[in-house]
């Protein structure tokens, strides 16, 4: 029977169906992946930028420095029958002084959903044969909000809730599900003009909880918590305004160390050249800004040549401010 594959095909889909370099093995991989164009394209380094929505997912405490509200959409184009999307919307708040001389606090406010797939999985029996095939969703939706106390520093926290679901594998066909709840915490410092400072933690309390009665007679009960990951973060824009340089350092209570770096080159208001190294994987993507129904909107594409053995990834991202 293919429950008989059960643990096998759990793991096989939760913990490496969305593996990279250093994220196989451990339940979470889809988001420490990276999954949006721009970000991707800087070798997955963006803990201290705080330009687009997608700053919410990388350093929640990045929101109140942002400069308009956005909205994003991205899709992956990934190899072995993958998919990887994400949507979301950030904005920036301004309250209004109530009485003169007394200043409110700057916030920021952000929601998203992610979600990867893989499709396609050949069910076996004991014996071999083909029972059917298999699929795994993995989701995420999360909330940021995050306050400027000063000038030069901003806190911020993202609440995450976390669901898992394999169909056509539970008794009368139906779905195994697994939910959980997870908490990133972040700080940002705008300690220099053109220099930016991030630290984030990721995934705290993230974990994935699975309970087999449904599937096996003598069913249990399994845990599989996500690595909770540190990453300091640097960015820094020249006076002229077209050249940003980033570099993120990540460690994790599971996983050895690893460095992404990049570099975004502008021209003017037309679009961007990126380049990055996310760890020993290099990254390369561009941008393109124009206007939409008289709203700022930039299409930003990613290129990473990914393993020798598999076709390269590539991510679209489409976003624009209001």
């Not at 889909?13 to 250093?22: L, Y």
């Not at 350093?59 to 994003?72: E, F, G, H, K, T």
């Not at 502008?266 to 290099?282: C, I, N, T, V």
């Not at 053995?309 to 209001?322: E, K």
Request: charged share 15%; no cysteine.
């Amino acid at each position: 029977m293919k429950n008989i594959f059960f643990i096998f095909i759990i793991l096989l889909t939760t913990h490496a169906a969305f593996a990279t370099s250093g994220d196989g093995g451990y339940a979470g991989a889809f988001l420490r992946m990276g999954f949006e164009a721009r970000s991707k394209a800087l070798g997955d380094a963006f803990t201290a930028v705080s330009e687009g929505a997608v700053a919410a997912i990388y350093n929640p405490a990045a929101l109140p420095n942002m400069n308009s509200r956005q909205a994003i959409l991205s899709t992956s184009f990934l190899p072995l029958d993958r998919n990887l999307n994400y949507i979301g919307f950030a904005m920036p708040i301004r309250p209004k002084a109530k009485a003169e001389g007394q200043a409110p606090l700057n916030a920021g406010l952000a929601v998203g959903w992610i979600n990867a797939g893989v499709d396609n999985i050949d069910g076996r029996d004991g014996s071999g044969n083909h029972t059917g095939m298999l699929s795994n969703s993995e989701n995420a939706f999360f909330m940021s909000f995050a306050l400027k106390p000063s000038d030069y520093f901003s806190i911020g926290i993202s609440g995450k809730i976390l669901y898992n679901r394999i169909p056509d594998i539970a008794e009368e066909n139906s779905a195994l599900t697994s939910s959980g709840f997870g908490i990133d915490i972040g700080a940002y410092s705008n300690p220099l003009p053109g220099l930016t400072l991030g630290l984030v933690l990721r995934d705290n309390m993230s974990k994935y909880s699975w309970n087999t009665d449904k599937v096996y007679e003598r069913g249990t009960s399994t845990v599989y918590k996500f690595p909770k990951i540190v990453r300091a973060g640097a960015a820094y824009r020249i006076p002229q305004q077209w050249l940003l340089l980033v570099a993120d350092l990540e460690t994790s209570d599971v996983q050895n160390p690893r460095y992404h770096i990049g570099a975004e080159f502008q021209y003017k208001e037309l679009g961007a050249l990126r380049a990055g190294l996310d760890h020993d994987s290099p990254t390369f993507g561009l941008g393109f800004y124009f206007k939409l129904f008289g709203k700022q909107t930039i299409l930003n594409y990613a290129f990473m040549p990914g393993l020798e053995a598999l076709a390269p990834d590539h991510v679209v991202s489409w976003s624009f401010d209001f």
